[in-house]
């Protein structure tokens, strides 16, 4: 791994982060130069996410004195996943849990990526840019990547929060004009397949130490 690439990424990642918090809070976003691309069509899609609905969590409770307890002092909120019966948890910090203008209680996660996450394999016929057709394969494995990561955190949403996740969203924002601002949205019914798949991860992880 080059770690000036993976540096970059995570300042970029952090900064979109706190640009989402800022949004949501009403606080005025002032992107510099070489992070506009990925802000660019941010603003529209979350009005879009957002109208009509609540959001529950960003970063931290949003409104829900309730869950004040699962914010450490340094003002993030992390929640748990702990099975008695394995040994088996883990922690951590989800990005936003919002209702929908439908009702849906939706866990999301929001991304930055030079290159387009992707659902399915380019296919011969779609006649795409080696290097975009490069980039959507790797979007694949990073799509697969966040949905057992988001199937972490919806598990030890519902355990701490006492709430139900109907969906799960993945929000990737590129500096790519042909893929400003990706949504990715995934049923409950996916979402218990990826539950599956994560505390099969996890127990592998266990089975190790």
């Known amino acids: 791994m080059n770690p000036g690439v993976a540096d970059k990424a995570a300042e970029r990642g952090s900064w979109i982060h706190n640009a989402v918090e800022n949004y949501i809070r009403g606080i005025d976003v002032h992107p510099p130069d070489e992070l506009m691309p990925y802000w660019t069509g941010m603003p529209t899609k979350l009005d879009e996410l957002f109208e009509g609905g609540k959001i529950l969590w960003s970063e931290k409770p949003y409104n829900q004195p309730q869950w004040s307890k699962y914010v450490g002092e340094d003002g993030v909120g992390r929640i748990h996943y702990y099975d008695e019966n394995t040994g088996h948890g ?21 991304k930055t990526s030079v290159g387009p996450y992707s659902a399915n394999f380019p296919k011969a016929k779609d006649n795409l840019p080696e290097n975009i057709r490069k980039a959507l394969t790797s979007g694949v494995f990073k799509l697969k990547k966040t949905q057992l990561q988001l199937a972490a955190y919806s598990l030890a949403a519902e355990r701490c929060l006492d709430i139900s996740i109907d969906k799960t969203q993945i929000i990737v924002s590129t500096p790519l004009p042909e893929y400003p601002v990706q949504i990715f949205t995934f049923s409950r019914a996916q979402l218990e397949k990826h539950m599956e798949q994560w505390t099969q991860v996890l127990r592998q992880f266990y089975e190790k130490l």
């Not at 910090?93 to 929908?100: A, F, G, L």
């Open 90 to 110: 883990y922690a951590g910090c989800c990005d936003v849990i919002y209702k929908d203008k439908n009702g849906e209680t939706i866990l999301g996660d929001f």
